[in-house]
């Protein structure tokens, strides 16, 4: 269970000239950083094994980040204004994840893990040139890390993100994971197949009251949609306590069926 943000030490910015990130070389979100060492050895068991090493940064760590910080209210005013103090902060951000992403490329990760949550239910919280001008050049810099090293970008974002999903793949994501409801099946299939490798997250808001049809259908729409014969699609279903027994069989019937030829 995660905690969520109530206050907010950088609402004035009077208090950034004395405020101090944490330390990269030792703090995180929650406590302590991994031990490095143990990271690298875990990686290089995984790899022996024939698994994926993987990596990754907290939810939110860019702009979520940002506004943990400001306060959602005062860093979009910050946006529209241009305040001369946001891109110090955002600088500052930027300068701690580049320096734990660092890290685990160090310990030999094939693939980062990286969760924000871009947008809002049916659009973006600020116009797509502010957030080119300000949050593109960070994601192109972290990213742009990993991809320089052939180490695999994995991006999940709730919300509406169509508009910006190909500058995310401009700046180095190779799998998105967005939510169909907020980007629909048609929005994905325009900007994103044959770009990148969606991970889609399934219509969860549909799951707990449709028919078991109107499941099958919804995935096999997905399906035909937005997989190539060569893949580059995944599928990603979120069952909560008020979906139906018969639905959530219903969801693994489907995948199973009409997943197959990907998943021998």
Request: glycine residues 8%; hydrophobic residues 40%; negative net charge.
């Amino acid at each position: 269970m995660d905690g969520v943000v109530v206050e907010h030490p950088l609402s004035d910015w009077s208090a950034l000239e004395n405020y101090r990130p944490p330390d990269p070389e030792r703090e995180g979100d929650f406590g302590p950083l991994p031990d490095w060492g143990e990271v690298r050895r875990r990686f290089e068991e995984a790899k022996r094994e024939g698994k994926l090493a993987v990596g990754g940064m907290p939810h939110g760590f860019m702009y979520m980040r940002l506004y943990y910080l400001r306060g959602f209210e005062n860093f979009m005013a910050d946006l529209a204004l241009d305040d001369p103090n946001l891109q110090r902060l955002i600088d500052m951000v930027l300068d701690y994840n580049l320096k734990v992403v660092r890290k685990w490329l160090d310990a030999g990760a094939e693939m980062m893990n990286f969760g924000d949550d871009l947008g809002m239910q049916d659009r973006l919280p600020m116009s797509p040139e502010r957030w080119r001008r300000y949050l593109k050049p960070c994601y192109a810099r972290i990213f742009g890390m990993c991809k320089e090293e052939g180490v695999l970008v994995r991006l999940h974002s709730d919300g509406h993100i169509l508009e910006i999903i190909p500058d995310l793949v401009e700046c180095g994501v190779t799998i998105i994971n967005p939510q169909v409801r907020a980007n629909t099946l048609e929005g994905l299939e325009r900007v994103a197949k044959g770009r990148v490798c969606i991970d889609l997250d399934l219509d969860r808001q549909m799951f707990p009251f449709a028919t078991p049809e109107r499941i099958r259908e919804h995935i096999k729409e997905a399906i035909d949609r937005l997989a190539l014969p060569e893949g580059g699609l995944m599928l990603y279903a979120e069952v909560e306590p008020d979906v139906p027994l018969r639905n959530i069989e219903a969801i693994c019937d489907c995948l199973e069926e009409f997943c197959g030829p990907w998943m021998d």
